[in-house]
């Protein structure tokens, strides 16, 4: 069989989504399809386009992305910490593991009426929400990663004179990375979903806050640009987290030879 | 103790073993064995797979503690001389995160490191490879790696736990070969454990035997080197060794077995 030739393989995953968006126009223009369920795709892009030009698309954005971002250090920096210490040390696994992995079996949107309680509406809530989602998957992958390190190597490390810090920094934490990393992957995700949620309840700002603010006036075309965006921020945080998979685990037999 | 790669090689370790004992829970792997080396000698261990023989060498590696009995190497506590000792081990136990280089400087703190390093490369024909990924590597390959790493800590005791076993018939030759021009050139001592008693015969000036944790042959090799592999001479001793390892293992073989002696 022929391979397929470079050119098809750059077209070939655009054609699904181009036909669909084909039929999409044609069924607004011809009237089948209610501007109220969904408006044509020229009226979404020119409502981007409205919203971009008048600045407040990039405000909201902004605004989402540092709460993301914000949720995330202060979850993932915990969950690294943490994990670390469980990983590394018996007597911290043995203090802490247990607890964890109780308040793991909560799902982070279950606290939603808590959380009001406790913060509000404010800013902290929001903060609260997407930190303790995205702890988990980078806590366990931590844990986990230490732990599955090959014992081999940490023996050959010693017997070669290395102890402590050296040994960490060698052995432990590189042998650990592809796990930290695959749960950092999972947060990435998570980030996005709960900040989405956080911002619907309630906000002043943000892009949860544009499309809540867009259903009341029936502006489906803004609601839409909304959807897009958390598609099109999902992706960017996916394709920041492979970047950091290409350059860290270049030794990687599965990443060789892939240009970073 | 100066290690420069180009200073002369320090002298071997001398090796002496009395009485040692090594009990896992009720298990006794090493019965009150007792083995002196000389400086510089090569020994090969051989036995059947869960002999003791393995847990010997680790015991010389410092890797476990024996239960009771002596271990000197060079007239002192093993535990003073672990600088002194290097092991390699059945799998090369690379760093897969670390380049060829970095992991032959691995636990080198000197400021010289990268060129010990390089030196220590090019004596196992590895210097083109020194930037690669240990996965782009073939088997033995990784293994010369290792060697290459053990060497450039100058250790005046190498342990070798089966390094070759993984390795295909050529490779193996090919590193025999290698590990016998490195030790004639270095004059390290030598502790080979394997279970392939023709490569004992290749390489080693004495070959044990361990049996049910005690050492129960101990059979002077006197060839010249470069071995043959093919001499009758050669063939002789590797028969008669391999006898009396399997005689254990068979007691109902009155006599050996006339194609192994022949």
Known sequence: MRAPSLTWRAIAPWIVPLAILL????????????????????????????????????????????????????????????????????????????????????????LIPLVILWFGIDEAAKLFLVAIGVFFPIYLNTYHGIRAVDAGLIEMARSYGL??????????????????????????????????????????????????????????DVVLVGVLLYALLGKLADLVARGLERRFLRWNPAYLGIPA | MQRDWTAPPAAGLALRLEGLRKQFGARTVLDGIGIGVAPGEFVAIVGRSGCGKSTLLRLLAGLESPTSGQLLLGGAPAAARRDDVRMMFQEPRLLPWRTVIQNVQLGLDAADAPARARDALAHVGLADRANDWPSVLSGGQRQRVALARALVHRPRLLLLDEPLGALDALTRIEMQRLIESVWRELRFTAVLVTHDVAEAVALADRVLLVEDGRATLDEPIPLARPRAHGAAAFAELEGRILARVLQETWPQLEAPHPRLVA
């Open chain 1, 23 to 110: 039929a999409w126009e044609a069924s607004s223009r011809s009237g089948w399809l209610s501007v109220r369920i969904l408006p044509e795709p020229l009226a979404v892009a020119t409502a981007f386009w409205s919203l971009l030009a008048s600045g407040s698309l990039l405000h909201d954005v902004a605004i989402s992305t540092g709460r993301a971002l914000g949720g995330l250090a202060i979850g993932g920096g915990l969950g690294l910490v943490l994990g670390l210490l469980t990983g590394t040390f018996r007597s911290a696994e043995t203090l802490l593991d247990t607890t964890l992995q109780m308040i793991r079996n909560v799902p982070a949107l279950a």
């Open chain 1, 163 to 220: 102890q402590g810090w050296p040994l960490y920094r060698e052995v432990i934490l590189p042998g650990a990375l592809p796990s930290i990393l695959v749960g950092l992957r999972f947060s990435l995700g998570l980030m996005w979903v709960l900040l989405i949620v956080a911002e619907t309840i309630s906000a002043q700002s943000g892009i949860g806050y544009m499309t809540m603010n867009a259903r009341e006036f029936l502006q489906t």
